[in-house]
């Protein structure tokens, strides 16, 4: 299984961006992704997850009403749009995957995960 996250960039306060994680060697359809991410100092914070197999998905406090899960299981990609984005959603941020269906956002939960991709956001 890999994971490739992919999107981020800088971008000014109120912004937006979409990640991307794409995946290989498994079939989406029976997983769940999480998104997390990490900024210097801090520990990894999770952002959001989605069942792919019903698009059931969770989102943080933190993100609630800005960001928005999404997939697309014949591309085998699941989506994290950035609307409204804050100095503080500055972060590392980095897809994870486990096989079933559970919503949690513990890092422990994930089985895999993908390298990261770096999101700025700064006047």
């Known amino acids: 299984v890999q994971l490739q996250a992919s999107g981020g960039g800088l971008v000014q306060p109120g912004g937006s961006l979409r990640l991307s994680c794409a995946a290989s060697?498994?079939?989406?359809?029976?997983?769940?992704i999480g998104w997390f991410r990490q900024a210097p100092g801090k520990e990894r914070e999770g952002v959001s997850c989605i069942n792919t197999s019903d698009e059931t998905a969770y989102l943080s406090d933190s993100v609630k009403g800005r960001f928005t899960i999404s997939r697309d299981n014949a591309k085998n990609t699941v989506y994290l749009q950035m609307n409204s984005l804050e100095p503080e959603d500055t972060a590392v941020y980095y897809c994870a995957a486990r096989l079933g269906r559970g919503l949690y956002l513990t890092h422990d939960y994930y089985d895999y995960w993908g390298q990261g991709t770096q999101v700025t956001v700064s006047s």
């Open positions: 060697g498994l079939i989406l359809d029976y997983w769940t």
